[in-house]
């Protein structure tokens, strides 16, 4: 076992969980309260999953990334990824501000969380290097 990847993918693990909980605790103390005020600040829950949610699918795409930093050449878009997968999934992490004339039950509160992840991977390994 290489010790030096144990503590990189630990490195991982810790900010995977970090990036959860604060994301996660951010949005319950939101909803607590929007429960006593009846004021959902759909900028704020939109920005915490954007930023939280969209950061572990980051993490989870950094190995790739950091691969091509050691790379020589051109930073390029893969954008046939960013079409196909990227713009959905920013629609779909912006469901407050994109799709408010819809009626979106909240069992489906689980797949625009989803959405952020795929956007932040998609992101993050969409970036490479051409030589």
């Known amino acids: 076992m290489n010790s030096k990847n144990t503590v990189k993918y630990l490195i991982y693990l810790i900010l995977l969980i970090s990036l959860y909980y604060l994301g996660s605790s951010i949005l319950a103390k939101h909803y607590e309260e929007a429960k006593i005020t009846f004021i959902y600040n759909y900028w704020l829950i939109t920005m915490v999953k954007l930023i939280f949610f969209g950061g572990i699918g ?58 952020n992840i795929v956007l932040g991977y998609t992101l993050i390994s969409s970036l490479y290097k051409e030589y």
């Open 58 to 115: 980051m993490v989870l795409g950094l190995d790739k990334f950091l691969s091509e930093l050691t790379k020589e050449g051109k930073w390029k878009f893969d954008i046939t990824k960013l079409i196909i997968l990227g713009i959905p999934s920013l629609i779909f992490s912006m469901q407050y501000l994109v799709l408010t004339f819809i009626q979106i039950p909240n069992s489906f509160s689980s797949v625009f969380t989803i959405a």
